[in-house]
């Protein structure tokens, strides 16, 4: 069993920052991936950000030039640094770690809500 926690969330204004973290309990260097999804309320689970095991990211449309994801290997942990925030980027933030054909493991989720 893997064991994913994520922090970092709060109550911030709009155009304020929060960064996120990741943090799992397996290296995370040896993992296919990881992925920051947002569910804001009434709504599905959507991606905002992932980062290959490789180093290439992904980011939604809504995210490009306000968010970066990053990691880091020694502390296991991933990275959702956000800025210029927006009210709409409102939503429980989840990590969800790819471990390919081994399927995946979410954490449990960090309120960040952004007033307007």
């Known amino acids: 069993q893997v064991r994913v926690v994520e922090s970092g969330g709060g109550l911030v204004q709009a155009g304020g920052s929060l960064r996120l973290s990741c943090t799992a309990s397996?290296?995370?260097?040896?993992?296919?991936?990881v992925g920051w999804y947002r569910q804001a309320p009434g709504n599905q689970r959507e991606l905002v950000a992932c980062l290959t095991r490789g180093g290439i990211t992904n980011y939604a449309d809504s995210a490009k030039g306000r968010f970066a994801i990053s990691r880091d290997d020694a502390k296991n942990t991933v990275y959702l640094e956000m800025n210029s925030l927006k009210a709409e980027d409102t939503g429980v933030y989840y990590c969800y770690v790819n471990l390919g054909f081994r399927g995946g493991y979410w954490g449990q989720g960090t309120q960040v809500t952004v007033s307007s």
């Open positions: 397996i290296s995370i260097s040896s993992v296919n991936g």
